[in-house]
C-alpha cells in the first residue's frame, strides 16, 4: 500500500505558474505508475497527466499538452507537476494518485489517492 500527500496549491493569476508536489510512503515508490488528475466544482474528476510504472513515459490530457510537465524523483519518493500558463479554466482540486497497472488515463485504473490541493487561477 501507498500514502500519498500533495502540496504547492494556491492562488495565481493567468499566465502564472504553480508546481505541486506529491510525497509518497510506503510500498515501493517505483512499483507505481504515478499520475495527477483535477476535479472542478460540479465536474467530474479527469486525468490530467501520468508516468509509467517504469518512469520511461508519460502522457498528458490534450487541454494541458505543452503547459504542464509531469516528473517523478524516486529517491526522493515524489512526483512533480509544473504548471505554466495558467488559465482560469485549470482551477481545481488536483489529485494525485498511484496505481499497480502499468500504465493509466482513467481514474478507475488508480488504487490510491491523495486528499487534494486546491489551485485557483484568477483572471
Known amino acids: 500500500q501507498v500514502q500519498l500527500v500533495e502540496s504547492g496549491g494556491g492562488l495565481v493569476q493567468a499566465g502564472g505558474s504553480l508546481r505541486l508536489s506529491c510525497a509518497a510512503s510506503?510500498?515501493?515508490?517505483?512499483?507505481?505508475?504515478m499520475a495527477w488528475f483535477r476535479q472542478a466544482p460540479g465536474k467530474e474528476r479527469e486525468f490530467v497527466a501520468a508516468?509509467?510504472?517504469?518512469?520511461?513515459?508519460?502522457g498528458y490530457a490534450d487541454s494541458v499538452k505543452g503547459r504542464f510537465t509531469i516528473s517523478r524523483d524516486n529517491a526522493k519518493n515524489t512526483v512533480y507537476l509544473q504548471m505554466n500558463s495558467l488559465k482560469p479554466e485549470d482551477t481545481a482540486v488536483y489529485y494525485c494518485?498511484?496505481?499497480?497497472?502499468?500504465?493509466?488515463?482513467?481514474?478507475?485504473?488508480?488504487?490510491?489517492w491523495g486528499q487534494g490541493t486546491q489551485v485557483t487561477v484568477s483572471s
Open positions: 508516468f509509467t510504472r517504469s518512469g520511461g513515459s508519460t
Open positions: 510506503g510500498r515501493t515508490f517505483s512499483s507505481y505508475a
Open positions: 494518485a498511484a496505481s499497480l497497472k502499468y500504465y493509466s488515463d482513467e481514474r478507475r485504473g488508480y488504487e490510491y
